[in-house]
């Protein structure tokens, strides 16, 4: 089993930047996965960005990319998503999951999930 705990959520204004935090128990996990999802309201849960354990290997959404960091500390077990330059379509709840699969970018490729933690970006 595996123990997700996202936090770092909150309202920000348009161009502000938010540190989202997960941390992870249950598990060794240096071989596997994590990634960040996000869902709006009425809209299907889409993929932000994922990295592997070891830290070597991050993907990123298209619309995120050159805004977000994905990183890790594998010491606190612990994935981050630095997000800077926020817009309000950034507004949604975001999610971290786990992940055997390298460069997963769907939620079926992902076993576990974390609660969500609210991100609202205001215009």
């Known amino acids: 089993q595996v123990q997700l705990v996202e936090s770092g959520g909150g309202l920000v204004q348009a161009g502000g930047s938010l540190r989202l935090s997960c941390a992870a128990s249950?598990?060794?996990?240096?071989?596997?996965?994590m990634g960040w999802f996000r869902q709006a309201p009425g809209k299907e849960r889409e993929f932000v960005a994922t990295?592997?354990?070891?830290?070597?290997?991050?993907y990123y959404a298209d619309s995120v990319k050159g805004r977000f960091t994905v990183s890790g500390d594998n010491a606190k077990n612990t994935v981050y998503l630095q997000m800077n330059s926020l817009k309000p379509e950034d507004t949604a709840v975001y999610y971290c999951?786990?992940?055997?699969?390298?460069?997963?970018?769907?939620?079926?490729?992902?076993?576990?999930w974390g609660q969500g933690t609210q991100v609202t970006v205001s215009s």
């Open positions: 999951a786990h992940s055997t699969v390298v460069a997963g970018k769907t939620p079926d490729e992902y076993d576990y």
């Open positions: 249950g598990r060794t996990f240096s071989s596997y996965v």
């Open positions: 990295i592997t354990w070891s830290g070597a290997s991050t």
